[in-house]
Every structure is written in structure tokens, then in C-alpha cells.
């Protein structure tokens, strides 16, 4: 077993051979149920569906949660390989599996009720069920400390009011964790669940990234909801915040998936395709390029697999997540641009994976916290000076 | 039900073989090695009889150390145990000697079937199947394509050329899988977690006397470039003008 992407510095001898097995099992599903669909679904701008069950059979979603959390309880490292794999198939498909393990399983086991746990676990690792996440709203992106959503306590539950927008799987999702201030400001988290009268979800249309997942708006008017739909163990923006650590862990390992398909498709290319008198892949020009993205994905994986040992050992910290997701996502998009140009006009076709990479990693780019804010944390950490406000 | 399966770890068929300085054998050392595909059908087929008709299914691999991953994606697809001959020089051996030291090994068990596959991605000899229902004195039914158990009746159906033949023996047998028999499953990750408790055992030999031997290995030769005649309906006409007329083919 190898690790399966450029393995320049012998990064196989750092993952065990479990972690291993984990990748293959991810690439083979990838590269077998995934990639050949994704084509048509990029193009209809529409996600597959029917490969969720697939997914949670497999044992993906939320799979370095604690086994009583109903998941396999890999190391954060093999996560990090499936979430590497999905995104070599597509953003969508690994923004899929962060969503539903990162952004509502974990929130749910780690401040949920034993109910809500037992409830909602089980159907969501299992891919029975999806979930969403409503933090951001149209006005409140960077700053979701400025949401203006609201819940209203009643004498046995509580009304929500509002609106979310930029929200992965919304559309599709039987469950949405929605965050609301109640009367006292605090955020708090409420389990909305598809179908409850005043709650809808509608599609955003015209997106020109991530086309193939379901981005919506989720609509609150005059939400009824039980008690026992608000997470009862966090209070305050730590509660999202947390979450959006463990989402930003997943895509700092998924865009070198997608930088490693845009590299592995660039070196491919330039063997094959001669211009003057030989393959382009001889030119200087062309080989300093591949050697820059070769460079930056080395570096990105070591940096990964570094972050993931830490939060294995629990001693991760989300400057440490942030800087990971700024440089690889930066590197990731900067590599596709790259693959594109050796492409030339091909590499405008969807025929080939790059442009679309190209055009996901813009959301990439800026979900789950900018990368200008996520320069700013890291800044904050080593200056002492908050920037963001 | 106690099924052996029969496992060998193989250069992925995606893999760019190298073969080594001596000009002897393939060059592992930087390819990726994998379940032979053959033997993964064979691994599923005993996970599909073992959820009918229960029972415990051992894989079975002779090979270097390394073979050990080979077993362990085996386990974590679901097999219960594993045993590893353990041979540095296996890639040197002839199939008689592969066949009579897993014969050794499987002799010591009980079983009621043994499940190969129909051959092995790397050396295509298609023999050690057929070794081992010899050295056992077992019926053997060859490339199955699919597969019925009732009581110990097997009754498989294998491909002919134009048709298809249903055979039937008595366990204990041999059978070897073709392609289409299933469709393996992946490991999942819960299997995957398991498999790291399951127990390998290793046997240690020494080569028997080997008959066949390999003296060279080549290269096949390079195909010669394609040519593309056109785009779509268009090109129809040209192209069944250059088969009919240089390729000669229709
Ligand atoms: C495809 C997609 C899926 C998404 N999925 C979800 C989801 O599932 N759930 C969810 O809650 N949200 C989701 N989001 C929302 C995403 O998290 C927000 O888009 C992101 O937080 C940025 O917010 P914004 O778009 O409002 O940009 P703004 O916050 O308006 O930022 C605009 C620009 O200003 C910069 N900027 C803002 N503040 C500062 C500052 N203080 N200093 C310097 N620069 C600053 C930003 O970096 C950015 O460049 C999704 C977004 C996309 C595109």
C-alpha cells in the first residue's frame, strides 16, 4: 500500500497501513461510483444523491467520531485521506461529508441531548438522513456574530425567525441546525426538521462553483419548535465556531485532493501532448510549473498530516486549522489556474477535471471562514493585535 | 460452513511494470501491489455464502512479507482469519510449488470449500486452482460465473465459448471465479478497524525443488501510434474506407 497521490518524500511511511487501506477504499468508491457521473451533474448543476446510503454504508460521514457516536472512530489523519479523496472527485462531494460529519454530527454528539444523540446519529452516519448547517446569513458572513435571526422562548418551546442564506445541502436536508440569538443575544442551536410549518429551504440557482451540491436559503417564519429541539450543552458562538473547526480541518486535507487531480491531470497532459519538437512536458517553462505544484502539494500534505496528529493527541488548536486551511486552499487554487494553462484550450473542457476544480475551489476559497479572515486569526495569534474588527 | 479462500497480492493492473535488472521477474519495489481482482470475486462470493449459511471463511496467501496487506484488506472486507506462507522468493516459484505448499497449509483445516480465483493478474498461468484440487483429490469447477449452494450441492455456472454450462460436484471442492460472479465490495471503515484484531497467522518455508523456471522476461512491443480520422458521423466514411481498404479487417 502507498500513498496514493505524487509521493515525493515518502509520505507513505507516515500514515499506518490502516490509514492506507482508508484511502483506497475512498479513491476506488471515488474514481468507481463518483467520478463517472460527475460530468453530467457538474453540468445540470445537481448532486447525487442516491451515492449518500453508498457513503454512510462506507462508514464516512463523521468517521473519526467516537464510536459512540455510531462511527468508526478512525484517526483524524485516515479522515483526512477520505475527505482528500472525495475532493479529488469533486468540492461538492467532500463539502457534502463535511457538512453532514462535520457541521451536524459532531455539534449534535458533543452538545446534544441523549435523545437528540440517539435520534439523530445513528440516521445520519448511516446517510438515512442528511443534515445542514445555517450559520451564515444574507447580511452576516464573515461576522456571524451579528446575526439577526432570532428564537423566541414560549411557555413550552420556542419561535424562530429569519433568514439564512449560502447553505450546503438545505434543499436536501431531513434536519438543519440552525443558529439563533434568543432574548438575551445568546446563539444557540435548534434542530429544525424538514416539513415544520413556516421552515423552507429553496435552491439557489446560478451558481458558477460547486455546482454539483444544493446550495439554498433557509426561511424561518414563525417556526414552532419543542424544547427538545435546541441543543442543550453550548451556548454563545463558540457553539458554531467549534463546528466550523472541524469542517475547516476536513477541507484543509480536501483541497489537496483536488490540487493532487489538477497536478496528476497537468503531468499526464504535458507528457502526451508535443507542440515544436517534443512533448510540452520538456520545456523549461512547463516543468517549472509542475515542479511548483509538486513543491506546494508536499508541503500542504506534510502540514496536513501534522495537523492531524495534533488533533489526534487533542492538542490541535484553530490557528493551527486556520493557517492549514489558508495555505491549502491557496495552494489548491493556485495549482488549478496552473493545470488550466498547461492544458491550454483543452483545459477548458469539462472533459477534463481542472476547470472545474478550478471554478469549486472559489468557494472553497471563501467558505468556512475567507482567507482574508483566516490571515486575520492567524495574525491575531502571533501579534497579539485583533485586525478583524 | 468453513470456506479458504485463496489470496494472492499482485502489481496493480494500472501499475507501470518494470521489469528487473536480471531480466527475470517484475520490479516491486516502487509499484503499487493489490488484491489479485480474481481473488477479490472469490472473497466475495465466501462473504455471501457465509451470511447465508454462516460459518468462518480463513484467507490463504503465500508470498513475501508484504503479502500481509493483501490479507489484511481481505479481513477487512470481512474474512475471519488469515494465514501467510511466508516466502521471500515466491515470485520465483512454479505454480506446482505454490499449489503443494498451500495444499499443505489447507490439509491441516477443515474446510468444506476452497474459493480461488480463476487465475492470477501477474503471471496468468491459471494452474494453481487446478493444483490444489489434485493434491486434495477434490472436484473442481473452474471460471464460475455464478453460484448456488444447497446442502453440499454446489451447482456454478461457467461462460463457453457462445453459451453458458451449469455444472454441479459435492463439497468439499474447488471453485475458481471469472469475473461477474459479483461485485466485490469495498472495505468499509467499521471492517477496515476490525480487521487490525484479526489474527494473521505466518508459517515459514523452505522452497520444494522447482521444475519451471523463468529464463526471460520481455517487454511487449510498442503499439504503434493511433490515427484519428475525424469527429462524430462525419468521420464514418474515411474510417471504413482505411479499415476496409489499409487495415484490411472488413
Ligand atoms: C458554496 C457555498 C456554500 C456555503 N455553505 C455554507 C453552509 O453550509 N453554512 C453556512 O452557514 N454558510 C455557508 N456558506 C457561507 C460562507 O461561509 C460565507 O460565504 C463566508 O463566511 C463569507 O461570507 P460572505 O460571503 O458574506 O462574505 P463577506 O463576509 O461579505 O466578505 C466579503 C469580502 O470581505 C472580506 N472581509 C470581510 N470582513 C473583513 C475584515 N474584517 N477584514 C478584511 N477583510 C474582510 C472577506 O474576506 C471577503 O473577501 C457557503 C458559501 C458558499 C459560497
Redesign the pocket.
Known amino acids: 500500500m502507498r500513498y496514493i497521490g505524487p509521493d515525493f518524500y515518502n509520505i507513505t511511511d507516515l500514515l499506518t497501513e490502516e490509514e492506507l487501506l482508508i484511502q483506497q477504499t475512498a479513491y476506488d468508491f471515488v474514481q468507481e461510483k463518483f467520478t463517472p457521473l460527475i460530468r453530467e451533474h457538474h453540468r445540470q448543476g445537481t448532486f447525487p444523491v442516491e451515492l449518500v446510503p453508498q457513503m454512510g454504508q462506507l462508514g464516512f460521514f463523521g468517521a473519526s467520531l467516537p464510536e459512540a457516536a455510531g462511527a468508526a472512530a478512525i484517526s483524524n489523519v485516515a479522515y483526512g485521506l477520505i475527505m482528500h479523496e472525495l475532493e479529488r472527485g469533486d468540492s461538492g462531494l467532500r ?1 457534502f461529508a463535511s ?1 453532514q460529519g462535520g ?1 451536524v454530527m459532531y455539534p449534535i454528539w458533543k452538545y446534544g441531548s441523549d435523545e437528540q444523540k440517539q435520534q439523530w446519529l445513528p440516521k445520519l452516519s448511516s446517510g438515512k438522513v442528511i443534515g ?5 446569513e444574507p447580511d ?5 456574530a451579528g446575526m439577526i435571526t432570532r428564537a423566541q422562548r414560549t411557555s413550552d418551546g420556542w419561535v424562530l425567525n429569519g433568514a ?7 434543499t436536501l436536508a431531513d434536519v438543519a441546525l440552525i443558529w439563533a440569538k434568543d432574548e438575551d443575544d445568546v446563539v444557540r442551536g435548534f434542530l429544525v426538521e424538514k416539513g415544520t410549518a413556516g421552515f423552507s429551504a429553496p435552491e439557489m440557482r446560478g ?1 458558477l ?2 455546482r454539483a ?1 444544493v ?1 439554498s436559503e433557509l426561511i424561518l417564519q414563525d417556526v414552532v419548535v419543542p424544547n427538545s429541539a435546541v441543543l442543550p450543552n453550548v451556548e454563545g458562538l463558540k457553539g458554531p465556531l467549534s463546528c466550523l473547526t472541524q469542517a475547516r480541518y476536513s477541507i484543509a486535507w480536501g483541497a489537496i485532493g483536488a490540487a493532487v487531480d489538477c497536478y496528476e491531470t497537468a503531468l499526464r497532459y504535458a507528457k502526451a501532448r508535443k507542440q515544436f519538437s517534443k512533448p510540452i512536458a520538456g520545456y523549461q517553462l512547463t516543468q517549472a510549473k509542475l515542479v511548483d505544484m509538486l513543491e506546494e502539494i508536499t508541503k500542504a500534505l506534510l502540514l496536513a498530516i501534522q495537523l492531524g496528529r495534533l488533533k489526534d493527541l487533542g492538542k490541535m488548536d484553530f490557528n493551527q486549522v486556520a493557517l492549514a486551511k489558508r495555505n491549502n486552499v491557496r495552494i489548491a487554487r493556485d495549482i488549478a489556474r496552473t493545470a488550466r494553462e498547461i492544458l491550454g484550450a483543452s483545459g477548458i473542457l469539462d472533459e477534463y477535471p481542472v476547470q472545474r476544480h478550478t471554478m469549486n475551489l472559489e ?1 472553497v476559497y ?8 483566516h490571515t ?1 486569526i492567524v495574525g491575531q495569534k502571533i501579534t497579539g493585535l485583533n ?3 | 460452513m468453513n470456506i479458504i479462500v485463496l489470496v494472492k497480492q499482485v502489481p496493480d493492473t494500472e501499475a507501470k511494470i518494470r521489469i528487473s535488472d536480471d531480466g527475470k521477474h517484475i520490479d516491486e519495489s516502487s509499484i503499487k501491489l493489490v488484491v489479485n481482482p480474481y481473488d477479490e470475486y472469490a472473497i466475495e462470493a465466501a462473504l455471501q455464502l457465509k451470511e447465508t449459511h454462516g460459518g468462518e471463511i480463513t484467507l490463504v496467501s503465500l508470498g513475501p512479507a508484504g503479502a500481509v496487506t493483501a490479507l489484511r484488506t481481505g479481513l477487512a472486507m470481512g474474512a475471519d482469519k488469515a494465514v501467510l506462507i511466508k516466502a521471500d522468493d515466491s515470485r520465483f516459484m512454479d505454480s506446482q510449488t505454490v499449489a503443494n505448499h498451500l495444499s499443505k497449509v489447507i490439509k491441516e483445516r477443515e474446510f468444506d470449500l476452497i474459493l480461488g480465483g480463476k487465475k492470477a493478474v501477474d503471471t496468468d498461468a491459471q494452474q494453481v486452482g487446478s493444483l490444489i484440487a489434485m493434491d486434495l483429490n477434490l472436484p473442481i469447477i473452474t471460471a464460475i460465473v455464478e453460484l448456488d449452494l444447497n446442502g453440499n450441492q454446489v451447482s456454478a455456472v461457467r461462460e463457453v465459448e457462445g453459451g453458458a454450462e451449469t455444472v454441479t460436484c459435492q463439497l468439499p471442492a474447488v471453485l475458481t471465479c471469472e469475473k461477474g460472479l459479483n461485485e466485490p465490495r469495498y472495505p468499509n471503515l467499521r471492517g477496515i478497524m476490525m480487521a487490525k484484531k484479526k489474527t494473521i497467522e505466518e508459517k515459514e518455508i523452505s522452497d520444494g525443488g522447482i521444475a519451471v523456471e523463468i529464463v526471460s522476461m520481455e517487454y511487449p512491443p510498442q503499439k504503434a501510434e493511433g490515427q484519428i480520422v475525424g469527429e462524430g458521423p462525419d468521420a464514418v466514411p474515411e474510417l471504413v474506407r482505411l479499415l476496409r481498404e489499409e487495415a484490411k479487417v472488413i
Not at chain 1, 140 to 144: C, I, K, L, T, W
Not at chain 1, 164 to 170: A, E, H, L, R
Open positions: 463539502s457538512v457541521l445542514c448547517f445555517g450559520l451564515t452576516f458572513g464573515s461576522n456571524p439564512k442564506m449560502w447553505i450546503t445541502n438545505g451558481k462553483s460547486l451540491s446550495t468557494s471563501t467558505y468556512e471562514g475567507t482567507h482574508e479572515m486575520l485586525a478583524i474588527d
